[in-house]
């Protein structure tokens, strides 16, 4: 992600280069990149649903069957792996 963000300076520059003014240039590379992240979003959510039933959008509800001592245990083990990475705060 780091080089990813790290590289739209430069790309600005380049783009700034060519015409020594910001507008429209600029504008429209942010534009189409815009456009191009909500397509990869609507694209990701519909590839998710058709073929993964959906399971980025779903929330976890317990499962009747899940004895109190089993999500206690699990809880149990979640709180000490965030303590031991320090995560708990």
Partial sequence: MNIGLSSYPLIVAQIYNVDEAYIPNVEIFFA???IAGLGSGYWLNYVDRTEND???NKVYHRHSNDSDAAVREQDNRDGEFQQSTGLLT
Avoid: I
């Fill in 32 to 34: 189409v990149n815009a």
């Fill in 54 to 56: 959906g399971k980025l």
